[in-house]
């Protein structure tokens, strides 16, 4: 997989505004941020997109949803409630090809999203 700027992030060759990072994923905030709180969650092991996730990385998404889960509760947001999101490709709105997933929250959002 080509480098990105997540996997430079990873490899700690630029910076990022860390808040969470074990052996498999790393979580920092998003440089523009589109709520109060929004933290892009990744795992360390680059993929490209939701369509390259395999069975076996099914392990892997599930510690990225309970790192969400955990951040939510340090960054106040539990009760308020938040928002995890995927985006997958052109139309889901994808400009990162490194998996990540968006942890917003700290303010209402509409539905249906734009
Ligand atoms: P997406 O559109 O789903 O691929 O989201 C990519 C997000 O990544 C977008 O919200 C902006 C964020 N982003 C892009 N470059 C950087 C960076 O260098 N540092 C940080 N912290 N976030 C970045």
Known sequence: MAETIFSKIVDKSIPANIVFEDEYLLAFTDVNPQAPVHILIIPKKPIESLNL??????????????????????????????????????????????????????????????
């Open 53 to 114: 996730i395999e069975e076996d990385d099914s392990t892997l998404i599930g510690k990225m949803v309970l790192a969400a889960k955990r951040l939510a509760c340090d960054f106040g947001i539990s009760e308020s409630g938040y928002r995890l999101v995927f985006n997958c490709n052109r139309d889901g709105g994808q400009t990162v090809f490194h998996l990540h997933c968006h942890l917003l929250g700290g303010r209402n959002f509409s539905w249906p999203p734009g």
